[in-house]
């Protein structure tokens, strides 16, 4: 069986299906900015709304920065629906009267998906659970919505869908973290080295972009994001890009045939020197080498792409880790993960205490959980066949 599920679940087969995906995405990016509040031939029909609605009335009982926006936006009527507050309406994400309200268990399942496969891969986490945030769960719409009749809270939404993303992920990362830990799995020297790059990246751009990002100019960032995915992944495939990483074939050769007896972590990374311009090390006895300098200096621009999209940034630390680094998969999930998690955890924070984001802790809670369970079957022994590089 264990044979069985190892061809279905080959690397080209989720790859194709990601890149499907990301089809299906980018085709959803089209028709929902054509038919947006800022698409052509609609203006004039949503002015027309604009114009029957209220005048801004309270924040029914919403908190900080998010009731103060609540209060400065208009009441719908009869004659306009869209861009305003129904306070007659059940409340929906994040408390607010009319919003959207996604279903909870489909939530738990989707991200069961995105922990499975962040965990598997150490990127690409992030991408889906900005999928969902913004397409399944309709959220883009209702931030959409707001963009003539308060842009502000346009662009709040848009950050709390940022950060919801980054809880996701952040999760996911320290389920995984801490699993490839115990396997040895994972590079300390690089993770800490791009962990320190990736502090001044994540906390510069929040700074810069917190509460200043429309909706608009979020989901084209997002696509070219997973345009990058799915030509980093692909190019992954090739014979080229295979030759490059001889020594991490053969690594990851060893660890197979260690793992079909019945070992794994014993030979795990083990570190030989370092020094602020080189480290060396290896696992099950194949050397590898990088400089911590540039290290820390890819971390650095990785993060401020990563924080400024509200997703991990696996798919660029993937890449600088076996192109560059030429690492196997193997260790390359693990020390991925162990710096997402610390970007995650400086942009959160740098979200929401100073900056003043929220998120919509019913929903994010139910996410979670299926976070935790996806992130804890992704590095399970059956998963190498799909990360061997």
Not at 230 to 240: L, P, V
Not at 306 to 334: H, N, Q, R
Not at 375 to 383: C, E, H, L, Q, T
């Amino acid at each position: 069986m264990r044979e069985v599920w190892s061809k279905v679940f080959n690397k080209k087969v989720v790859l194709l299906t990601l890149i499907i995906s990301v089809l299906t995405w980018m085709t959803y990016l089209h028709v929902g900015v054509a038919q947006g509040p800022e698409g052509h031939g609609v203006t004039e029909a949503q002015t027309a709304a604009h114009q029957g609605l209220g005048p801004a009335s309270k924040d029914y009982g919403l908190k900080g920065k998010l009731g103060k926006l609540i209060a400065q936006t208009p009441i719908c009527t009869e004659e306009g629906q869209k861009g305003c507050v129904n306070p007659h309406a059940p409340r929906g994400y994040l408390g607010i009267p009319g919003a959207p309200k996604p279903n909870f268990i489909v939530g738990l399942l989707w991200a069961i998906w995105v922990g499975w496969i962040f965990s598997t891969v150490g990127a690409f986490g992030g991408i889906m659970a900005g999928v969902g945030h913004i397409t399944i769960f309709g959220l883009a719409d209702y931030a959409k919505s707001f963009k003539k009749t308060n842009p502000a809270l346009n662009k709040f939404l848009t950050d709390t869908i940022r950060v919801s993303n980054m809880f996701l992920v952040g999760i996911s990362a320290l389920v995984s973290t801490i699993n490839y830990w115990r396997m040895k799995r994972i590079v300390a020297p690089l993770a800490i080295a791009m962990a320190i790059g990736a502090v001044g990246g994540a906390v510069g751009i929040a700074e810069l972009t917190a509460g200043k990002i429309s909706l608009k100019a979020y989901i084209g960032y997002f696509g070219l994001a997973v345009f990058a995915v799915a030509g980093f992944m692909w190019y992954g495939t090739t014979e080229a890009a295979r030759a490059k990483r001889k020594a991490a074939r053969e690594a990851a050769k060893r660890f197979e045939e260690a793992a079909k007896k019945g070992g794994g972590g014993e030979e795990g990374v083990k570190i030989v020197r370092f020094s602020l311009t080189e480290c060396v090390f290896t696992f099950y006895g194949v050397e590898f080498k990088f400089s911590p300098l540039l290290a820390a200096l890819g971390g650095f621009g990785i993060a401020i792409i990563a924080v400024f999209l509200g997703i991990g940034g696996g798919f660029l630390l993937v890449p600088f880790m076996t192109d560059i680094v030429k690492l196997p998969m193997f260790i390359v999930a693990g020390t991925s993960a162990f710096i997402v998690l610390v970007k995650m955890i400086v942009g959160i924070f740098t979200y929401i205490v100073l900056k003043g984001v929220t998120v919509w802790w019913p929903f994010i809670g139910t996410e979670l959980i299926g976070i935790f369970i996806g992130s804890m079957i992704g590095p399970r022994p059956r998963s190498t066949s799909l990360i061997s590089g």
